[in-house]
Nanobody, 126 residues
Framework: QVQLQESGPGLVKPSQTLSLTCTVS??????????WNWLRQPPGKGLEWMGV???????WYSPSLKSRISISRDTSKNQVTLQLGSVTPEDTAVYYC??????????????????WGQGTQVTVSS
């Protein structure tokens, strides 16, 4: 069974960089054809797809976040990392990592993904 666990600071100051890690167990992040996504859900709003890194290391970002987002991976630790720069209070959300076994760019419906982390709350506040 594939399990995903998000981790990182729960509070980030405005203008700083938010960094989160998704630790994967039960499968290698290089397993064909898994795609490792980051999504978020601000309070009172729906899911927003942020970006994805594929089993081969290819990366796609949401156009609305492209200037501030970076997704990377550490294959030795079986982890995927999200960095979001120049954060504002509007970036306050529950952040999720989710895995799909097909390429489904920008999906925002939970059942389109095969595995989810439990989510981690990130608040942007001074």
């Amino acid at each position: 069974q594939v399990q995903l666990q998000e981790s990182g600071p729960g509070l980030v100051k405005p203008s700083q960089t938010l960094s989160l890690t998704c630790t994967v167990s039960g499968a290698s992040i290089q397993t064909e054809y898994y795609y490792w996504n980051w999504l978020r859900q601000p309070p009172g709003k729906g899911l927003e797809w942020m970006g994805v890194i594929s089993f081969s290391g290819s990366i796609w970002y949401s156009p609305s976040l492209k200037s501030r987002i970076s997704i990377s991976r550490d294959t030795s630790k079986n982890q995927v990392t999200l960095q979001l720069g120049s954060v504002t209070p509007e970036d306050t959300a529950v952040y999720y990592c989710a895995a799909a076994k097909t390429f489904i760019l920008s999906a925002t419906t939970k059942n389109q993904y095969d595995y989810w982390g439990q989510g981690t709350q990130v608040t942007v506040s001074s």
